[in-house]
């Protein structure tokens, strides 16, 4: 126990430098983009005085090392700048924003688990059987047809032709719950294919592995249904690489959240981020960035650690 | 994109095999499928003004957001451009930045990971460290960082891809480096008296390249998923040049009255992603010395 305990106080430390980085690249997005924050600011009503006032309230006149712990300062605190047209404070944009990149990824998440993992397992049971074969059509959808293309697929099919369900834009949750769902369908299959290509890939590979081992060999042995040994004792020892590359997975969800996002017209932070590059709003741009890194981070950080905490091997390992 | 997803062979080394997919296929059919759509392309956009009468940006008002005829094999879009030369002049773009980010990536992830894994130590911690920190964002959302900071255009987005894609490479020749260093043959090498710079480019270097050259040719497709992402948001190439992302985004208004306009460019980017993978699948499974393919 002490060494779990030790080895997730490693990782946590590993990460400490990697978040700082981040920050410092994240901070960088204002301080290297061409052109001057406080002419950006200031718009139409620019003139010198005001400028040098505004330059001295924003801490613009300062070391940049100062004006970076400045910064970092106020991020730590909750604190993330504000929108330079809206003036609307960033955290309070994310609060609206983040919940629907975050229903958004995790539906996807859940679907393409809830389809890989027994389709992994079925195909892992049966290798070159009808399923296998089914898997690998999926596979190279999955990987060849990226999650935006695939969106704009889907409503071409679904909404444009069918009419079946809507295009685009979003519905809150605590609105309408089944109007939220009908407008996430499209959008969360667009972006799980991909993950069910890789989990159920991964799940049928551990699983192979796992059904070669001599203590399954044993189960089948004693006359347990196969169903119960492939489901209940092999399924739990072979779980391990399948969390993590759902954890891994995780990221590149969020990664591809921010096209879908824009297919799909949803009002998450991938969609805020992009906006604000095209209309030069650099805080949000830089919060949009810091947040999703920050998420990224996290689960990378999680999964590491479940990571050890399964597989003590692992733990051992970095010693 | 997913970091891309899209983007997913990138965003992490630990191993997730396609061996079902080359086994479908046969493992050097894999390969020979692959090479072909690449090849095809490449003498597409190689040979566009050949191929095609019109220019990407002649308009015709008389014929917008027409269907497929004799005229105009594709249709035409929004502004009565011909699609097929859009779509044909659009893997140029596509191309240029998958070859380009990749060759790229490689010339600096070459020497980075060679040193990393040949010499050991200090520097090689300090290289993984950074690495790390690299590889601590999803890739498209990196490519929009350095967008913003750069500024839009073919080149900028080359470069963002790039430094995507320099830490994974790295990574990847640092692993086989380490596992080739202490060879018997590398070994017999440094007993015969051979220097540190020709150990790593005569004997290391050449037997430890391989899965970081699989790695570039999946890194290809996934580059082609980044571009035409990148190009959908409006962040990558400036019109008039055509890109297959930014004709999705110019249809995307249209698409009831016009799918073939976003018809099209969807299947032109999963052809070419799909080359790609073919290839990089294809090629992985004939290195993997366990034969898992079989």
Excluded at chain 2, 47 to 76: E, N
Excluded at chain 2, 221 to 237: D, M, P, R, T
Excluded at chain 2, 240 to 257: C, K, R
Excluded at chain 2, 281 to 294: E, I, K, M, V
Aim: proline share 6%; hydrophobic share 50%; with cysteine.
């Amino acid at each position: 126990m002490q060494g779990t305990l030790g080895y997730i106080a490693r990782r946590l430390a590993l990460a400490v430098p990697v978040l700082l980085a981040m920050s410092v690249f994240v901070f960088a997005i204002i301080h290297l983009t061409p052109g001057d924050p406080v002419r950006a600011a200031l718009g139409l009503s620019y003139a010198p005085t005001a400028a040098a006032t505004l330059r001295h309230q924003m801490g613009l006149d300062q070391p940049i090392v100062q004006q970076y712990l400045n910064w970092l300062g106020n991020v730590l605190r909750g604190n993330l700048g504000q929108d330079l047209i809206s003036h609307q404070p960033l955290s309070e944009l994310l609060s609206q924003r983040l919940p629907v990149t975050l229903e958004l990824t995790v539906l996807s998440m859940g679907l393409a688990v809830i389809i890989a993992v027994p389709l992994g397992v079925a195909a892992a049971r049966h290798p070159g059987g009808i399923v296998d074969r089914l898997l690998g059509g999926i596979t190279l959808l999955g990987i060849s047809v990226p999650d935006f293309v695939l969106g704009t697929l889907l409503i071409l099919l679904f909404a444009a032709t069918l009419n079946w369900l809507p295009p685009q834009d979003f519905v809150p949750f605590t609105q309408s719950p089944s109007d939220n769902l009908r407008h996430l369908l499209l959008p969360v299959i667009a972006l799980a294919m991909a993950e069910v290509a890789y989990i159920s890939q991964t799940t049928r590979a551990s699983m192979l592995e796992t059904l070669n081992q001599d203590y399954i060999t044993f189960l089948r042995a004693k006359g347990i249904p196969e169903r119960t040994v492939a489901y209940k004792h092999a399924l739990r020892n072979a779980a391990v690489p399948v969390i993590t590359v759902i954890g891994v997975q995780f990221g590149t969800l969020l990664g591809g959240a921010i096209v879908v996002e824009n297919v799909f017209s949803l009002p998450g932070v991938g969609k805020m981020t992009v906006d604000a590059v095209s209309t030069r709003n650099y805080p949000i741009v830089q919060g949009g960035v810091l947040v999703i890194a920050a998420i990224f981070i996290a689960v990378n950080l999680i999964t590491d650690i479940l990571y050890g905490v399964f597989n003590p091997r692992i733990r051992e390992g970095q010693r | 994109m997913s970091a891309p997803a899209t983007m997913p062979a990138a965003q992490d080394s630990r191993p997730v095999r396609f061996g079902l997919l080359t086994r479908a296929l046969g493992r050097n059919r894999a390969i020979v499928a692959g090479l072909a759509i690449v090849l095809a392309l490449t003498l597409v956009a190689l040979a566009a003004s050949m191929i095609t009468p019109y220019s990407y940006h002649a308009m015709s008002y008389d014929a917008v957001l027409a269907g497929p005829s004799r005229a105009h094999v594709f249709g035409t879009d929004g502004l009565g451009r011909d699609l097929f030369t859009r779509v044909v002049y659009s893997f140029q773009v596509s191309l240029k930045v998958a070859f380009g980010s990749v060759v790229l990536a490689l010339l600096v992830g070459i020497p980075l990971g060679l040193v990393a894994g040949y010499w050991g130590g200090l520097l090689d911690g300090l290289l993984m460290r950074l690495i790390d920190m690299l590889l601590a964002f999803p890739a498209i959302l990196l490519a929009i960082a350095l967008i913003t900071i750069l500024g839009q255009g073919l080149t900028v987005m080359v470069i963002a891809i790039a430094v995507v894609y320099v830490p994974i490479l790295a990574r990847v020749l640092r692993g086989s480096v380490l596992d080739v260093r202490q060879a018997t043959y590398v070994e017999g090498a440094r007993a015969r008296g051979a220097g540190h710079m020709r150990l790593m480019l005569r004997h290391v270097l050449p037997n430890s390249i391989g899965p970081t050259l699989v790695q570039a040719t999946l890194l290809m497709a996934f580059a082609i998923q980044i571009e035409a992402g990148l190009s959908f948001l409006g962040l990558g190439v400036q019109p008039p040049t055509p890109s297959l992302g930014y004709m999705l985004q110019e249809n995307h208004g249209y698409i009831s009255q016009s799918p073939w306009g976003s018809l099209f460019p969807c299947l032109a980017i999963a052809l070419a992603v799909l080359g790609f993978n073919l290839l990089g699948t294809g090629l992985r499974s004939s290195l993997d010395p366990r034969g898992r393919a079989r």
